[in-house]
Nanobody, 125 residues
Framework: EVQLVESGGGLVQTGGSLRLSCAGA????????IGWFRQAPGKEREAVSC????????YYPNSMKGRFTISSDDAKNTVYLQMNSLKPEDTAVYYC??????????????????WGQGTQVTVSS
């Protein structure tokens, strides 16, 4: 059974940092790229970043460059999202998802095959 499980969310003050984790099981991490998305109440889902686990290439939408860093630990089948200088507008449920390597770097949610259940990030002002 394919599983993606996010963890590391929580409540943090403005300017703080969090590191989210996405642990995968039931599929070969090297065959996929892993993306992070977020969705705030009443807003559309928004892409945050993507990493091709096999070659380490990373992708960020322009709006996400600078404060967010994606990385992976192949041995642990885990992808991380380091978030720094957090702002209240970063408050959202953060999801990780897997996409075939051929589409690595795509931020089209419909192309992602597997999704985690999400982890809540709340940034207080």
């Amino acid at each position: 059974e394919v599983q993606l499980v996010e963890s590391g969310g929580g409540l943090v003050q403005t300017g703080g940092s969090l590191r989210l984790s996405c642990a995968g099981a039931g599929f070969s991490f090297d065959d996929y790229a892993i993306g992070w998305f977020r969705q705030a109440p009443g807003k559309e889902r928004e892409a945050v970043s993507c990493i091709d686990v096999a070659d380490g290439h990373t992708y960020y939408p322009n709006s996400m460059k600078g404060r967010f860093t994606i990385s992976s630990d192949d041995a642990k089948n885990t992808v991380y999202l380091q978030m720094n200088s957090l702002k209240p507008e970063d408050t959202a449920v953060y999801y990780c998802a897997a996409i075939e390597r051929a589409y690595s770097g795509s931020f089209t949610p419909e192309l992602y095959d597997y999704w985690g259940q999400g982890t809540q990030v709340t940034v207080s002002s």
